[in-house]
């Protein structure tokens, strides 16, 4: 019995201390999984996280859907690692926003991550039903001069 109300106060306690919504949890912890399932080349679960109409502006400028997107893992490519750190997230009614910066492997594949490629994203999800689900995403690279 202790371990139960030791638990449910460590949740509340956490969720107050940083102001954090059952819903702004569940959305960071599918923030995390859909990159596992991505770096996993995990199709079949990335399907039935996205939406029937997801879409991607990705970093080289082009929008691609979940057909394009499957084709390319089967077809043997491997996304480079990205280390996400969400800033933002906001609702309105049934749609989250979350926004951040992310640093992506470059090519080289190198482990050092002050040479790892900064970007900005904004990814999208929608609560269809009982969960959420990813709608749209949107990466840009960060020029530096």
């Not at 102001?19 to 995390?32: S, V």
Request: glycine content about 4%; some cysteine; overall charge neutral.
């Amino acid at each position: 019995m202790k371990a139960i109300i030791l638990t449910i106060s460590f949740f509340f306690v956490t969720t107050i201390s940083f102001g954090q919504t059952k819903d702004e949890l569940e959305i960071r912890q599918l923030e995390k999984y859909w990159t596992e399932l991505l770096d996993m080349g995990d199709t079949t679960s990335l399907l039935e996280i996205w939406s029937k109409e997801y879409v991607v502006n990705n970093p080289n400028g082009k929008i691609v859907t979940p057909k394009e997107i499957v084709a390319l893992m089967k077809s043997g490519h491997k996304f480079p690692a990205v280390e996400r750190i969400i800033e933002v997230v906001t609702f309105n009614q049934t749609i989250a926003i979350v926004m951040g910066k992310e640093l992506q492997q470059p090519g080289t594949m190198t482990t050092n991550q002050e040479k790892w490629i900064p970007r900005r994203f904004t990814n999208v999800w929608i609560k269809a039903e009982n969960s959420w689900q990813l709608a749209s995403r949107q990466s840009s690279e960060i020029c530096i001069k």
